[in-house]
């Protein structure tokens, strides 16, 4: 009888819990901002929120898909039947043109997570020479880009691209590339560029050559009059699926994608589990996994998984890492045709 009373007394117990169940009400979920102007500044909008159920809800992260949109939130509980808030700010500098932006909300209400988008049409400012090469270098030579970005380019082959350089040093300047690896190929025209004048610069990555699937970056040297300079060059590698049987591809799953660690130090650090899975009909190789910030690592240890198995990405922070926000993206390559590089955000601080 004892028994009977445990059991029927945690059956009561769970019953209430199933029943004391926060719920996040948006009356709406979009938010078009029409035609905006860039030289007006950020603009926002409050997304409201009322909660529809008999538990406190309390958000746990607020997450943006881009830079250029800063999320605000209520940060106490919001009680049964009162209202709270998500503002998103979005920034249109240097971003003419149509936009639409989600923000996920993730929370202990009912539906845990919740996405919410912003849109709308920035109307560009009148620009400026310095607006078509934003990024100044040391050298006083400015770029369209703050590196040289090679984008994506199938493993095997050779991508080439072609950038502008201005000449924004008040000189005439001799350019040129030396030592460069056998897979790099830089050359500008004129090498001579005078004050005020632009430049062709064309570069090349062959991937035959050198490269690993996903991202990589590499330091060259830029040499201006005799000066050298370091210049970051980037390609991401991809697999060619062309001949690929789609329906008895391999396939990645993940069973969660974003991770608040909290907060961390350097002598007690964070880590988390995520477990992916081969949800495809062949085995799935992980070619890589790697993280955007030195103060996370990520690995996993097996290197193929057979259709229905499953593995754990270990996240885990450095030993020493410097104090300040986290917001790490670990990339994972495969062999997946339908998502050949799975991203899982790893975020919080370090103090």
């Known amino acids: 009888m004892k028994i009977k009373g445990i059991l029927l007394i945690s059956w009561l117990i769970t019953s209430l819990q199933l029943l004391s169940q926060p719920v996040m009400y948006f009356e709406k979920e979009l938010h078009d901002f029409g035609t905006i102007k860039e030289t007006d500044g950020p603009v926002a909008h409050n997304f409201q929120f009322t909660n529809t159920g008999n538990a406190p809800i309390l958000i746990k992260s607020v997450e943006a898909s881009c830079g250029c949109t800063s999320p605000e939130w209520s940060r106490q509980p919001v009680l049964p039947g009162k ?3 998500i503002k998103a700010t979005f920034d249109p500098k ?24 912003i849109k709308g049409t920035v109307e560009a400012r009148t620009r400026t020479i310095l607006d078509e090469y934003p990024y100044e270098l040391p050298s006083g030579l400015r770029l369209p880009y703050d590196h040289l970005s090679l984008l994506k380019v199938k493993k095997g082959e050779e991508k080439t691209a072609t950038y502008g350089v201005y000449n924004n040093s008040g000189k005439t300047v001799a350019v040129s590339f030396p030592g460069l690896p056998p897979h790099i190929r830089i050359s500008i025209a004129p090498q001579q560029i005078e004050a005020k004048k632009t430049a062709t610069l064309k570069a090349s990555y062959n991937t035959a050559l050198h490269g690993e699937y996903g991202l990589n970056e590499e330091i060259v040297t830029l040499l201006v009059d005799g000066k050298k300079y370091p210049l970051r060059v980037s390609v991401t590698i991809e697999e060619d699926f062309s001949k ?28 988390f589990l995520y477990k992916i899975t081969n949800s495809g009909k062949a085995p799935l190789k992980i070619h890589r996994i790697y993280t955007n910030d030195n103060r996370v690592t990520a690995e996993i240890s097996v290197r193929e998984l057979k259709p229905g198995e499953s593995a754990d990405v270990k996240a885990t922070t450095t030993k020493g890492a410097k104090p300040g926000k986290v917001a790490c993206l670990i990339s994972v390559i495969t062999n997946s045709p339908a998502n050949p590089d799975t991203g899982l955000r790893f975020y919080g601080e370090i103090k």
């Open 94 to 117: 240097d971003r003419p043109g149509f936009f639409n932006k989600s923000i996920t909300v993730s929370s202990n209400a009912k539906n845990a997570q919740i996405e919410l988008e």
């Open 244 to 271: 690929t049987d789609r329906a008895q591809a391999p396939d990645i799953t993940v069973d969660k994608k974003y991770t608040n660690f909290g907060q961390a130090t350097g002598d007690r650090q964070a880590s």
């Open 83 to 85: 209202t709270g808030f």
